[in-house]
């Protein structure tokens, strides 16, 4: 009796999950970031700048997650994406001597320009700017370390998701 009763609930789940989904693609309904770069930026050469290895894996992986195929700068066919990464300086905005806490003001930047392969300027040089304040704590320097650093990461991630809606808008 037991078994009977899960088969009927799975069997009405599956159902109603495979009415929902097949309503949601009918519709045109598509999950927020799916859309794709325009047909122009379908091959795209990156130049970059400020960046470390992990930094270009990560915006290379945001650009191919957008539709666009990586190409060699050789590419006569291929956008060239010229991309520079800035750490703007640290600023204290609150210090807190009875605790040990201070506030700090977290900001990146990131410089973009987007030339056509025949030369042409798609984009001129734009900057995109994030930033994020964050309580350090002067006791712990380890825990402020690692929040510093995943701080960053957060930072460095929005300006690469700003940087492809922006590419998006062409």
Known sequence: MLFNKFVNTSAIRFVIVLVVSAGLAGCGFRLAGTANLPQQLSSITLLTSGFNKQQQDALRLQLTRAGAELKNQDDPDAVKLTVSLKALPDRRLVSSA??????????????????????????????????????????NLLASSKEKASVLGDLQQALFEQLIRQLKRI
């Open 98 to 139: 009875r605790d040990g806490k201070t506030v700090e003001r977290l900001a990146r930047s990131l410089d973009f320009s987007l030339r056509a392969a025949d030369g042409e300027m798609l984009v001129p040089a734009r900057t995109l700017v994030q930033q994020n304040d964050i309580v350090l704590d002067d006791d």
